[in-house]
């Protein structure tokens, strides 16, 4: 006679409780590890680095290799999170532009020895960016650094605020220039232009120029002059003239900022 085991219900419902629970369990792997507090340790220890070197041989004889090496103390700490995740996309995208300014620091120390100029304005350009990103990191994300490196960190920092300001005016001018649009009438056989403008930058002018270039129906120039303003206030509306010696008016006019003066906040 044939024996048969039986199973009970009972039982497989619990074996089924019991490997979903270990399943639930399990760590997830597919949760996403995000790299935004470990870049802003990384920036510090990479800009104390740095600091370090520059602190060390402050009398160096300057050379490519110098330079290469100093931003590679940097460059070393950070360079790992161009691809990395962040849970902030705008950290991302200030993480990834600092690393590419040190980039542009690695690329024009290149060319210290053969084009000094250029090595010169290229390093600027990028040391204005760098600075204005650790103005931002330290501000907006708490970077912090150990105390024998925080006097050249409050340098940099407040650099980086000078750059700010200063393109932020430039953008508000150029953007009152594209806006001034002057009308031309005829005067004593040449051509007078006149545009009402208001002040909407933000800013007071101690002094502003703008250059006005005159072009023709073929689109060629003909002729440049400019209009120039003094305590110019923000919010203020006044009339730019513009005087020319063409005898016949533009097809087409160009207004570019030229030269501004910000007046100082009392």
Not at 129 to 149: A, C, I, P, Q
Not at 234 to 248: A, H, M, R
Request: net charge negative; proline share 3%; aromatic share 10%.
């Amino acid at each position: 006679m044939k024996k048969h085991v039986l199973i009970p219900l009972c039982t497989i419902i619990a074996c089924a409780l019991l490997l979903t629970g270990c399943t639930s369990q399990s760590p997830n792997q597919s949760e996403p590890q995000y790299a935004d507090e470990a870049f802003i340790a990384s920036l510090a220890k990479g800009y104390e680095a740095r600091d370090t070197l520059v602190n060390q041989s402050p009398n160096a004889e300057k050379s490519v290799e110098y330079y290469e090496k100093i931003v590679d103390a940097e460059l070393s700490q950070v360079e790992q999170y161009q691809t990395a995740q962040f849970k902030d996309s705008k950290l991302q995208e200030n993480a990834i532009a600092y690393i590419n300014a040190l980039k542009d620091q690695r690329t024009a120390a290149g060319l210290y020895e053969t084009d000094k100029d250029k090595c010169t304005q290229d390093w600027q350009k990028a040391y204005d960016k760098r600075t204005e990103l650790l103005r931002l990191f330290v501000d907006d994300y708490g970077l912090t650094v150990s105390g024998s490196h925080q006097d050249s960190l409050n340098d940099l920092v407040s650099h980086g605020k000078k750059v700010t300001r200063e393109n932020d005016e430039k953008a508000a001018v150029e953007s009152l220039a594209a806006s001034i649009v002057p009308e031309f009438t005829e005067q004593y056989s040449t051509y007078t232009g006149k545009a009402t403008v208001t002040n909407n930058t933000g800013y007071d002018f101690d002094t502003i120029s703008f250059k006005v270039e005159l072009f023709d129906e073929s689109n060629v120039k003909v002729e440049t002059t400019g209009m120039y303003a003094s305590h110019w206030l923000n919010g203020e509306t006044i009339v730019l003239d513009c005087y020319t010696s063409v005898q016949e008016p533009p097809a087409t006019v160009k207004v570019v900022a030229d030269y501004y003066q910000v007046a100082e906040s009392n």
